[in-house]
């Protein structure tokens, strides 16, 4: 056994390390790092799971989310038995994190009154509507406090015994530990924040005690407490470790980190927790986090504030459909290979697709595609239908067809990024992470070419959320130094500690590949949009000549 895999062994049968834990849309994935430098990756898990869509909601189970977080835990251990020869029983920091916003709600002995509500659901129109007018900043539909307030005007039986409500990872952070905690980012996703007290905004607070129709809900009551990257925010208790690891080998005690939401790992993952820099985080949902100087001048839906892991504002366009119509269609042609005799892995698909693509035209020959299998707020589509269009003109070639599907990924995001660019937003650096962007030079090139701006991928791009938490998790024990560092730079520490603890100990060697926008893919993406735009009047006729069958999805 050489030196370094004997240090990684001991790291790990010392629990010298953090483990960080990531609910995706379809995927569960756990990592496990070095806790002195989170940039060394011991051990990965992953364990894949769907939403349903049940009586027109879209929702996981409970039971989903446990037995699926046993799952990607096993994987996860077995891994590090694997490559390390040695089962992890404890370890120095955990974290949790989850796709954001939607509803768990729960009566004061701790029991789930409806089916947990996920951000794809688009039916509380007529709420966001209300609150956004009345606090003068834009309520997203998937928000939680959109999901509650829309639970309260439709006079819900279940209103009435509300003790709780919270995300996804709030959820499980609870279980795990006993404390109804969240990060500050994932909790601005349910109510807005305060920059400056990095809490919930007060006056908004009052604004919505106000409200007629949220007489008798006492708000601040039901919401969770909010804490900010590096703080302490309790320990894995008996009952939480006997959960994430029915074998009993892991050890309760275990420090946790503040529970965020995906859009906050992401900009972890990606070094884009400072004013002027920003990541898009492509997945289920695709999303560009833009970190400000200064807020908005004006409310626009297409946009929505939140925070960074340590509470700085956020610009955020959030578009509902990212990759998953992508990878239906890689799956059909991964059947085709199969039924015709070659068979091929699921990555070796999507690298021979991707490359096909680079050989389509800069506008896709012609070609439209859309990614909509839910709502799409920005696009103005109450539900989704996928489709594929195109004039008898067209190029259908299969380079373009992929193109097309490509596009159509980064479609409804360049429209909500052009709302930026109006704003006078400046960006130094936009980094983005996904699976998607492992094949490299096509996905980040075609997205350079929607921004027109340089796109730059690191390393760890497909790690993404779950490597970003295990950082936050590490933070636990150098958020203290983290902060002494920024005051030594003569910077503010409370909003640059984290800054400064990426840049010098994660981000300090990793290398970043550029790609600068390519003035054809700009000119033949602008000729796509265009004709995107167009063609969602396609997309709504759709929605209303072809009704959901509202069977499991």
């Not at 980040?444 to 993404?464: C, I, N, Y």
Request: aromatic residues 8%; negative net charge; proline residues 5%.
């Amino acid at each position: 056994m050489s030196a370094p895999e004997s240090h990684h062994r001991d790291l790990i049968a010392t629990g010298r390390t953090a483990l960080g834990i990531e609910f995706g849309s379809t995927r569960i994935k756990a990592c496990l790092v070095a806790a002195d430098d989170p940039s060394i990756v011991l051990a990965v898990g992953s364990h894949e799971w769907e939403n349903e869509y049940v009586d027109r909601l879209w929702t996981y189970s409970l039971d989903a989310v446990w037995s699926g977080l046993q799952a990607a835990y096993a994987d996860l251990v077995a891994d590090a038995e694997q490559r390390h020869g040695v089962r992890p029983t404890t370890f120095g920091a955990m974290g949790v994190s989850a796709m954001m916003h939607g509803y768990l709600a729960f009566d004061a002995d701790g029991e789930l009154l409806v089916p947990f509500r996920t951000w794809r659901n688009t039916n509380t129109g007529p709420a966001a509507a209300e609150l956004t007018e009345a606090f003068g900043v834009n309520i997203p539909l998937r928000w939680s406090i959109a999901h509650l307030h829309q639970a309260v005007i439709d006079h819900e039986p279940h209103i009435e015994r509300l003790d709780a409500f919270t995300t996804l990872a709030g959820y499980v952070h609870w279980r795990l530990t006993g404390r109804t905690v969240l990060g500050v980012g994932d909790a601005s996703g349910m109510f807005p924040i305060d920059p400056a007290t990095k809490t919930y905004d007060r006056e908004l607070l009052s604004r919505y005690a106000a409200l007629d129709s949220a007489r008798g809900i006492d708000l601040p009551a039901l919401l969770p407490e909010v804490l900010v990257a590096g703080q302490a925010a309790g320990e894995l208790t008996a009952e939480g470790a006997a959960l994430l690891d029915p074998t009993g080998a892991l050890q309760p005690g275990v420090p946790f980190c503040p529970p965020e939401g995906d859009a906050g790992t992401g900009m972890v993952a990606t070094a884009s927790v400072a004013p002027r820099t920003g990541n898009v985080s492509a997945g289920t949902s695709i999303f560009a986090m833009v970190v400000l100087e200064r807020p908005l001048s004006s409310v626009h839906h297409e946009l929505d504030l939140v925070t960074t892991p340590a509470g700085d504002l956020v610009a955020m366009v959030h578009c509902n459909n990212g990759a998953s119509e992508l990878a239906a269609w890689a799956g059909l042609f991964a059947r085709f290979a199969e039924a015709s005799g070659t068979p091929q892995s699921t990555d070796a698909v999507y690298e021979t697709l991707f490359r096909e693509a680079l050989g389509g035209d800069a506008d896709a020959g012609g070609l439209l595609a859309y990614n909509h299998l839910a709502g799409e707020p920005i696009a103005g589509l109450a539900e989704g239908r996928p489709l594929v269009l195109r004039t008898p003109d067209s190029r259908l070639t299969l380079a373009n067809f992929v193109r097309a599907q490509l596009y159509s990924v980064f479609g409804t995001l360049a429209l909500g990024m052009r709302v930026l660019r109006d704003e006078g937003v400046e960006l130094d650096r936009m980094f983005a992470h996904g699976g998607m962007f492992r094949t490299a030079g096509v996905a980040q090139r075609f997205l350079a070419g929607a921004l027109d701006a340089p796109v730059s991928v690191a390393e760890t791009a497909s790690e993404g959320g779950a490597w970003g938490i295990a950082v936050l998790a590490a933070y636990l024990s150098a958020a203290q130094t983290a902060e002494a560092e920024a005051e030594g730079e003569g910077e503010t520490a409370n909003t640059s500690g984290l800054d400064s603890y990426l840049r010098r100990h994660v981000f300090g060697g990793s290398a970043f590949e550029t790609t600068n926008a390519h003035p054809d893919d700009v000119a033949g993406f602008a000729r796509f949009l265009q004709r995107y735009q167009a063609g969602l009047a396609v997309e709504r006729a759709a929605i209303d000549a072809i009704p959901m069958e509202g069977a499991s999805a």
